[in-house]
């Protein structure tokens, strides 16, 4: 639960549900024992809401995140398929500037109004290459802990979206968008390894 919260950063009930497959109620309840342990707290600004770690909570969950990593021996596995990750990650990052902004003659940072489908469907080839790239990684580190299966399929899912005419499913941070799911595998490498982001590039 705890988990989920960190590598979501902003969550409401039903997220976490759905990320770890438990039922509504039960989620509900955890989230607010964990509330009254001070572990997180209710967060609104303008129409956002959802749920937050707390410092204490954070702390919490690297205890436990480093706990769980001894128990699986898993140090070197998880490090490795991080290791390969950022190989692909400034190639992501990359793609989705590209998907948002599409430089003309006098706005070198015009938004992409998506009216140029050679310049998406070149953004759209690095997406697919990047998810034929995530899935051995993610096969590799799942190995030894299995909390990190389902984010190749959740990749794939959002691109077989993009490619039925759902663009908002590249990069919108509300859905489980590629966007969304990448920066997810990202925070759980970190988090697993007890690394801050920024760090590892």
């Known amino acids: 639960m705890l988990h989920a919260v ?9 997220a976490v549900s759905r990320r770890y497959s438990l039922g ?31 410092e204490a909570g954070r702390s919490e ?22 290791a ?4 692909l990650n400034a190639r992501l990052l990359e793609a989705i500037t590209r998907w948002q902004i599409r430089p003309r003659r006098g706005a070198s940072m015009a938004s992409n109004d998506h009216s140029d ?13 990047l998810a034929r790239r995530l899935r051995p990684i993610e096969e590799q580190v799942s190995g030894a802990l299995t909390r ?5 399929d959740r990749f794939d899912a959002a691109l077989a979206r993009v490619n039925q005419g759902e663009p908002t499913w590249v990069d919108e941070p509300r859905i489980d968008s590629c966007h969304t799911v990448w920066f997810e595998v990202h925070e759980d490498l970190l988090a697993t390894l007890g690394l801050t982001r920024g760090a590892d590039v």
């Open 61 to 82: 969950g690297h205890r436990l995140l480093a706990a769980e990593l001894e128990e699986a021996a898993a140090r070197e596995v998880v490090a490795d398929s991080h």
């Open 84 to 87: 390969a990750f950022v190989q």
């Open 117 to 129: 489908w050679r310049w998406d469907e070149r953004v759209l080839h690095t997406l697919t290459g």
């Open 6 to 14: 960190r590598i979501k950063g902003l969550v409401d009930e039903g």
């Open 24 to 54: 509504r109620a039960e989620v509900e309840d955890l989230l607010l024992d964990y509330e009254a342990s001070g572990l997180i707290q209710r967060v609104e600004f303008a129409d956002v809401r959802g749920w937050s770690l707390t």
């Open 148 to 152: 990190f299966e389902g984010y190749a």
